[in-house]
């Protein structure tokens, strides 16, 4: 007897991608697997209309990218509650103290972008979406995305030097409204 395999939709093999990111945007394993469950759910929906001139995981990318951006706008901002080190893929190799102190600090670096650059940067940094690709994701101009990364990458390298911010710099603290 002969058993066909059915064979993966293409969306699947994007799901460890879109999870990741979403983790890096929401730090909380919960909020993230929400939001890839609407993406995946709206990009199930949209498959049969879906034009083939943008490449999958752009596509993908920029539903997850607005599915978060209508969460927040509903619910108002999240302080972060999940390190980086939680997110990642893999362990490091040596599992060294020296990498997960180095990786705690680039997570509080991270923690203090704003949230638009932090994301572009996780777009072409991580996912290694082009800057075209990551400007149709986040629905900005190719010269939006290049000043910030550019801007991104500078204060993430003063952040990680062991520079203060700037009082200048555009971070906003985590606060959260109680009740």
Not at 25 to 39: F, G, K, N, S
Not at 118 to 135: D, P
Request: charged residues 35%.
């Amino acid at each position: 007897m002969l058993f066909r395999l059915r064979q993966p939709h293409p969306i699947e093999a994007e799901i460890p991608r879109l999870r990741r990111f979403a983790l890096a945007l929401t730090r909380d394993r919960a909020l993230a697997d929400d939001v890839v469950q609407d993406c995946l759910e709206r990009a199930l929906a949209a498959w049969a209309t879906r034009r083939n001139e943008a490449s999958l995981r752009p596509w993908l990318f920029t539903i997850l990218h607005n599915v978060w951006r209508s969460r927040r706008a509903r619910e108002g901002g999240r302080p972060d509650s999940h390190p980086l080190d939680e997110i990642a893929e893999e362990p490091s190799a040596s599992g060294g103290q020296w990498e997960r102190l180095e990786l705690r600090d680039l997570d509080v670096a991270l923690g203090l972008l704003p949230e638009e650059q932090r994301s572009l940067l996780l777009l072409v940094v991580i996912e290694g979406l082009s800057y075209e690709e990551a400007a149709r994701v986040q629905d900005v101009p190719l010269g939006t995305v290049m000043s910030r990364l550019l801007r991104a990458r500078e204060k993430l390298r003063r952040l990680t030097d062991g520079e203060p911010p700037h009082v200048g710099d555009d971070a906003r603290p985590h606060l959260r409204r109680v009740k």
